[in-house]
């Protein structure tokens, strides 16, 4: 069983940056596939970004390509996602997930985050 716990969410203006951050606990991250997935108000959860193990295969939706950056330190067990040049487009409440296979497909992951709230002003 792995616990996962989202932080760094905020209120930020367009044009700037957030970090958010992804703790586990109860297992090692390094056996997992790791993915950041977000969800609008009315929208359907979408992919934003994953990492596989070792990361060097990452993944990026074509809204985030450019701005969003993935990455992942196994040795404090921890996902992250740099965020810049954010759009009021990018207000959603992001989750941080984990699975065992590869995938953008938000069923492929076992376990997921509580979430945190990204509100993005124009």
């Known amino acids: 069983q792995v616990q996962l716990v989202e932080s760094g969410g905020g209120l930020v203006q367009a044009g700037g940056s957030l970090r958010l951050s992804c703790a586990a606990s109860?297992?090692?991250?390094?056996?997992?596939?790791m993915g950041w997935f977000r969800q609008a108000p009315g929208k359907v959860r979408e992919v934003v970004a994953t990492?596989?193990?070792?990361?060097?295969?990452?993944y990026y939706a074509a809204s985030v390509k450019g701005r969003f950056t993935i990455s992942r330190d196994n040795a404090k067990n921890t996902v992250y996602l740099q965020m810049n040049s954010l759009e009021p487009e990018d207000t959603a409440v992001y989750y941080c997930?984990?699975?065992?296979?590869?995938?953008?497909?938000?069923?492929?992951?076992?376990?997921w985050g509580q979430g945190t709230q990204v509100t993005v002003s124009s």
């Open positions: 109860g297992r090692t991250l390094s056996s997992y596939v």
């Open positions: 997930a984990a699975g065992s296979r590869y995938s953008i497909i938000s069923t492929a992951y076992d376990y």
């Open positions: 990492i596989a193990w070792n990361g060097r295969n990452t």
